[in-house]
């Protein structure tokens, strides 16, 4: 039961280069989700999909692009990385929207410097 | 707008001592709620949520929380900590939508 998995699980980054985190999970879930988690902030939603080729934004999509060209995967995009985007970042998964249990990647710790 | 606030960033009981983690939630309908876990430098897991029915929820671990429509509240106990349970807590919501929205975490350490 391979889940939900990230990578890179770490990465070190410039400022100005563009980045992409990759999420893939295994369950055929129909949404998926991508969460920056930062002390203080909790956890905040960046986008998310319903569906392939349906993605919506979340809280804070400033500076991501994302697509989802096949169910299973879901990769975000920092299409130019500030070190404000220093930040652990999450992928999620659920098989249907509210009231079903979402789950979680182990997360991608990503650095800009 | 739906809001979750978790009362108190950080949290310290002694172990074999009862677990009172605090969460108030705003939603302009009836919500369902969670509570995950995250244990460092993994993801977060499900400890248990509230749909509909029962408003005391059981979930792993040994902890349960309740579901007080009238407090706007879904406290998280358990009633003797264990050194395996310092973690940080998030309680969460979803208002219905596709979205759900997760307080600012609780840290909750365990004192020999």
Known sequence: DAGITQSPRYKITETGRQVTLMCHQTWSHSYMFWYRQDLGHGLRLIYYSAAADITDKGEVPDGYVVSRSKTENFPLTLESATRSQTSVYFCASSATGSGNTIYFGEGSWLTVV | ?112
């Not at chain 2, 949290?11 to 009172?20: I, K, P, R, T």
């Open chain 2, 1 to 112: 707008a739906q809001s979750v606030t978790q009362l108190g960033s950080h949290v310290s009981v002694s172990e074999g001592a009862l677990v009172l983690l605090r969460c108030n939630y705003s939603s302009s309908v009836p919500p369902y709620l969670f509570w995950y876990v995250q244990y460092p430098n993994q993801g977060l897991q499900l400890l248990l949520k509230y749909t509909t029915g029962a408003t005391l929820v059981k979930g792993i671990n040994g902890f349960e929380a309740e579901f007080k429509k009238s407090e706007t509240s879904f406290h998280l106990t358990k009633p003797s900590a264990h050194m395996s349970d310092a973690a940080e807590y998030f309680c969460a919501v979803s208002p219905g939508a596709s979205k759900i929205i997760f307080g600012s975490g609780t840290r909750l350490s365990i004192r020999p």
